[in-house]
Structures are given as C-alpha cells and as structure tokens.
C-alpha cells in the first residue's frame, strides 16, 4: 500500500486573496477552482510538481476567523523545499514576499524565515546533502 499526504487545509480571508499569494508571488500552481455553490469553492494550489498540494479554505466563523495566520500557533510550520534556494530566495523577493530574516546555514541546509501575508509563518529551506 502507498500513501501520501495529499492536501492541507490552510484558511485564507478569502480566495482570491490566497490564490494572489500563493499563484501570483510564491509561484505555485493553480491546480483546480471549481465552484461548489452558496460561496463554497475547491481551490487547490501546489509548487510545480509537489505530490502535496494546500486546499485554500475561506474562513467562515469567529473560531476560524481567528485562526488564521496562526495554524502554528506562532511557530514555523511550513517548510517550502527548494533544490536552489538562492534562485528561489531571489524570486520570492522580487515577486514582494517578506522575509523575516537574512538566509543563514545551519546543520541541516540553508533556511531563511517568511510568513505569508495571512501571518503563517515558513522556512524556505535547501536541505543539505
């Protein structure tokens, strides 16, 4: 049996906010937006060629409301994997995403903190090998 994990949910205020960041300035692929009726929309997003892909949920609700840009609790909790992180690192700038942090090295690869413009905060990281 093979298993992956094929999506996570991550609350955005709205759709089209998520799709600007995530499709416009991280450079991820829009994988479906498909209409589900009452405000309701599948939308996918994804790096070329991840097998794991975000589901962008519009928060609904005050706990939800809330929730967003804190699905780590404050912590880092995503980590966006590059095989080139100068290249990547330089185009996430250009294209306006705020970095927390100048790149450092550390055991484990070259890393550098940003959070999304929702408050989620993420490591952009070259492991090393």
Do not use: H
């Not at 070329?48 to 706990?63: E, N, P, R, W």
């Amino acid at each position: 049996m093979t298993q992956n994990l094929a999506l996570l949910s991550n609350l955005v205020p709205d759709y089209e906010a998520g799709i600007a960041f995530f499709v416009g300035q991280m450079g991820f692929e829009l994988l479906e937006d498909t209409d589900l009726g009452c405000g309701k929309r599948w939308v996918r997003v994804a790096p070329a060629g991840a097998q794991t892909a975000f589901l962008l949920a519009k928060a609904v609700g005050d706990q939800q409301i809330a929730a967003i840009g804190n699905q780590g609790g404050g912590r880092v909790w995503l980590f966006l994997q590059t095989d080139d992180f100068a290249r990547d690192y330089t185009a996430m700038r250009a294209n306006g995403v705020t970095f927390d942090e100048t790149p450092r090295d550390e055991p484990y690869g070259q890393v550098a903190v940003f959070s999304d413009p929702f408050g989620n905060r993420w490591d952009l990281i070259a492991f090393k090998r």
